[in-house]
């Protein structure tokens, strides 16, 4: 169970404070609500090229580690397809230098041509090792566009292509900040060893004079039925073929969302899970294989990728996958496998309950979905799916019209 306190300030801003008084430190969160998904589909990378140009110093800090280096304190920060979060941790004592580095950048970033010139070299740079240089780097960029047709999740975060980034002008990142940088857009979360009268005060100080800015209104094209089969088929540089099977999902707080994750963990999550010991153990047919979900908040993919040994056949690899997933169509999931897959989801949790930083990225996500409280009942809605659940919902989305097959074929030397 997870405590908090919740204000809100005249300017919109949304805050938690979690007190924990068994920690001398103290974390401070500011997700921003927005992700990949809300750029323009001519403009991609630019959430992710703003996370990277926020650490290049507001007005009145030029240098935005120093001050907190000086302190004891660490920061960082992530771009998804849905929210940008970023983080401070330090010592309680020196809180209030997170509010002021925090509220400062809020405020006013420091655009400079140098700034912008500097971090797009480092995205571009960044794109080029993971993307594009790197083995099995290029799938999202290839699968994304597969499987969406509309929706703008069919670019990956980091945007569909490097002329994106290099053509991102000063005047498009400002006006990228003014929309989606202010206080109606962003949820701040306060945990460890600090009272909530004294973050209400800190919160008030130095973000209660920051202008609300206009709230962002979300209106994302919605993602059409699939109802063909999708395949495609490329090559490169990679050492064993690769196979990614993807299927459409409900999103993060769509019915069903439950089932699926739980699926996720019965067919990949350890050496005991069906695909491994099936398909690398005991058939021998996979050197690795996984299946997971991307948490998306909207109607995300849920993915099945392996790398087929040398002399196993696509199709082969491809029949032993849609076997595998046809049972848990066809046959109830045993009580005891599916009450284990529970237990480690449920220890997951309580152990990510321990950490102050993943505490305060629960709550503020759990915030941005209506109410920071649902984070409680995460565990009861795993452990409340039956088998019969599992089954409808693998019935539901393990159909060959609503699947993208990407082969990934090794070149031959």
Same mark, same amino acid.
């Given at each position: 169970?997870?405590?908090?306190?919740?204000?809100?300030?005249?300017?919109?801003?949304?805050?938690? &404070?979690?007190?924990?008084?068994?920690?001398?430190?103290?974390?401070?969160?500011?997700?921003?609500?927005?992700?990949?998904?809300?750029?323009?589909?001519?403009?991609?990378?630019?959430?992710?090229?703003?996370?990277?140009?926020?650490?290049?110093?507001?007005?009145? +800090?030029?240098?935005?580690?120093?001050?907190?280096?000086?302190?004891?304190?660490?920061?960082?920060?992530?771009?998804?397809?849905?929210?940008?979060?970023?983080?401070?941790?330090?010592?309680?004592?020196?809180?209030?230098?997170?509010?002021?580095?925090?509220?400062?950048?809020?405020?006013?970033? !420091?655009?400079?041509?140098?700034? @912008?010139?500097?971090?797009?070299?480092?995205?571009?740079?960044?794109?080029?090792?993971?993307?594009?240089?790197?083995?099995?780097?290029?799938?999202?960029?290839?699968?994304?566009?597969?499987?969406?047709?509309?929706?703008?999740?069919?670019?990956?975060?980091?945007?569909?292509?490097?002329?994106?980034?290099?053509?991102?002008?000063?005047?498009?990142?400002?006006?990228?900040? /003014?929309?989606?940088?202010?206080?109606?857009?962003?949820?701040?979360?306060?945990?460890?060893?600090?009272?909530?009268?004294?973050?209400?005060? #800190?919160?008030?100080?130095?973000?209660?004079?920051?202008?609300?800015?206009?709230?962002?209104?979300?209106?994302?094209?919605?993602?059409?039925?699939?109802?063909?089969?999708?395949?495609?088929?490329?090559?490169?540089?990679?050492? @064993?073929?690769?196979?990614?099977?993807?299927?459409?999902?409900?999103?993060?707080?769509?019915?069903?969302?439950?089932?699926?994750?739980?699926?996720?963990?019965?067919?990949?999550?350890?050496?005991?899970?069906?695909?491994?010991?099936?398909?690398?153990?005991?058939?021998?047919?996979?050197?690795?294989?996984?299946?997971?979900?991307?948490?998306?908040?909207?109607?995300?993919?849920?993915?099945?990728?392996?790398?087929?040994?040398?002399? &196993?056949?696509?199709?082969?690899?491809?029949? !032993?996958?849609?076997?595998?997933?046809? /049972?848990?169509?066809?046959?109830?999931?045993?009580?005891?496998?599916?009450?284990?897959?529970?237990?480690?989801?449920?220890?997951?949790?309580?152990?990510?309950?321990?950490?102050? #930083?993943?505490?305060?990225?629960?709550?503020?996500?759990?915030?941005?979905?209506?109410?920071?409280?649902?984070?409680?009942?995460? +565990?009861?809605?795993?452990?409340?799916?039956?088998?019969?659940?599992?089954?409808?919902?693998?019935?539901?989305?393990?159909?060959?019209?609503?699947?993208?097959?990407?082969?990934?074929?090794?070149?031959?030397?």
């Amino acid at each position: 169970m997870v405590k908090f306190n919740r204000f809100v300030l005249d300017n919109g801003l949304r805050v938690l &404070v979690h007190e924990d008084y068994t920690t001398p430190m103290a974390v401070l969160n500011i997700l921003y609500d927005v992700g990949a998904r809300d750029e323009d589909p001519d403009k991609t990378g630019f959430a992710h090229l703003f996370e990277h140009l926020m650490f290049g110093g507001s007005v009145n +800090i030029p240098l935005y580690d120093a001050p907190l280096q000086r302190v004891g304190g660490e920061n960082n920060a992530f771009t998804s397809n849905d929210i940008t979060n970023y983080y401070i941790t330090l010592p309680a004592a020196n809180i209030e230098t997170a509010f002021w580095l925090e509220s400062d950048r809020m405020l006013s970033l !420091a655009f400079s041509e140098m700034s @912008l010139e500097v971090q797009r070299n480092v995205v571009i740079e960044e794109f080029k090792q993971r993307y594009l240089n790197q083995p099995y780097g290029d799938v999202w960029l290839k699968l994304r566009p597969l499987v969406y047709q509309k929706h703008p999740y069919r670019w990956a975060t980091i945007g569909k292509e490097i002329k994106h980034i290099e053509d991102a002008r000063i005047e498009d990142v400002k006006a990228f900040f /003014k929309k989606h940088y202010n206080p109606q857009n962003a949820i701040m979360v306060i945990g460890g060893n600090i009272s909530t009268d004294r973050a209400k005060l #800190l919160a008030e100080k130095w973000f209660g004079p920051i202008p609300a800015g206009e709230k962002y209104v979300r209106s994302l094209p919605l993602e059409p039925k699939q109802n063909v089969v999708r395949r495609e088929t490329m090559t490169g540089k990679v050492p @064993l073929n690769g196979l990614y099977v993807a299927f459409h999902m409900p999103g993060r707080l769509e019915e069903g969302y439950y089932e699926i994750d739980l699926i996720s963990d019965i067919l990949s999550r350890g050496n005991s899970s069906r695909l491994h010991r099936t398909l690398v153990k005991d058939k021998q047919l996979f050197s690795e294989i996984h299946a997971y979900n991307m948490g998306s908040f909207d109607p995300g993919m849920f993915v099945v990728e392996g790398k087929p040994l040398e002399n &196993v056949s696509i199709e082969m690899a491809e029949a !032993a996958i849609w076997e595998e997933l046809d /049972k848990l169509k066809n046959e109830l999931v045993p009580v005891n496998e599916l009450t284990k897959v529970k237990n480690k989801t449920e220890s997951t949790m309580v152990f990510s309950e321990m950490s102050l #930083l993943d505490k305060a990225m629960n709550l503020a996500q759990f915030e941005l979905f209506g109410d920071a409280d649902m984070l409680n009942m995460e +565990i009861e809605k795993y452990n409340s799916v039956t088998a019969a659940d599992i089954q409808a919902q693998a019935q539901k989305i393990f159909r060959q019209e609503n699947s993208s097959t990407l082969v990934y074929l090794a070149e031959k030397v």
